[in-house]
Every structure is written in structure tokens, then in C-alpha cells.
């Protein structure tokens, strides 16, 4: 027997709960509420990183990732979904990054000039 392929039920009903509370205040704007319908849960960031690039570009188009980045990116992004990092690079004040509009500007315009379809921002 096998459970349920997006993660146990009563676990994505308490997280979708969660995101209620968390993210809307429990105040559903326009009645919108998460879904524990659309709430998968995986066995790690990995495996759910490389779904997700796997699932929404093609190999050889490009995910837009804030940098610097955390460096498993490159295997979870590249090795199966063969997708291309393209660096929004981060603008650091105080021990802390930023990531701008200017610098996700950038990106997108480094990607078109590389000719690489820039198809997910993480």
C-alpha cells in the first residue's frame, strides 16, 4: 500500500492552514484560501527543487537565481533539467543582501543577450 503521492493529507491540511494564518492572517482576501489540494510535500529541498525545474522549462532555458545563491543550485537545477543559472546578483549593505529590480533587470537582459529563455525566477 502506498500513501497518497503529493504527501499525507492531514499534513498538507495543516500547512495549507499554516499559510492561512502566516501569509493571510486567516483574512482571505477575495474568499482566496491555500488548498491543501495544491500542497505537495516531498522528502527534501532537492528532490522538490528538481521537480519543479524539471516540471516548468525545458533543458537548456533558464532560472533567474538571486546570487550569490546556495551552491547545490547547480545540481539541483542543472544535472537533470539541464537549465542554465542566470545570476540576479544581490547588492550587500550591513551583512545583508537585497535583491532589486535593477539587478533582476539585469538577468533577464544578460539571459536574452546569452540567448536563453529566462522561463523561472527563484
Known amino acids: 500500500f502506498y ?5 499525507a493529507p492531514r499534513v498538507r491540511e495543516k500547512v495549507a492552514d499554516f499559510f492561512d494564518w502566516a501569509l493571510l492572517n486567516d483574512e482571505a482576501p477575495h474568499g482566496y484560501s491555500f ?5 505537495i510535500i516531498g522528502p527534501g529541498c532537492t528532490s522538490l527543487l528538481d521537480t519543479l525545474a524539471w516540471n516548468l522549462a525545458d533543458a537548456g532555458e533558464g532560472i533567474i537565481v538571486p546570487a550569490p545563491y546556495y551552491p547545490a543550485f547547480d545540481n539541483d537545477f542543472c544535472v537533470r533539467a539541464e537549465l542554465k543559472i542566470i545570476p540576479a546578483e544581490q547588492e550587500q549593505a550591513d551583512g545583508s543582501f537585497a535583491l532589486t529590480e535593477a539587478a533582476l533587470e539585469a538577468a533577464a537582459e544578460s539571459a536574452k543577450a546569452q540567448g536563453i529563455t529566462a522561463r523561472i525566477l527563484v
Not at 35 to 39: F, G, K, L
Open 3 to 7: 500513501g497518497d503521492m503529493k504527501g
Open 35 to 39: 488548498n491543501p489540494d495544491n500542497v
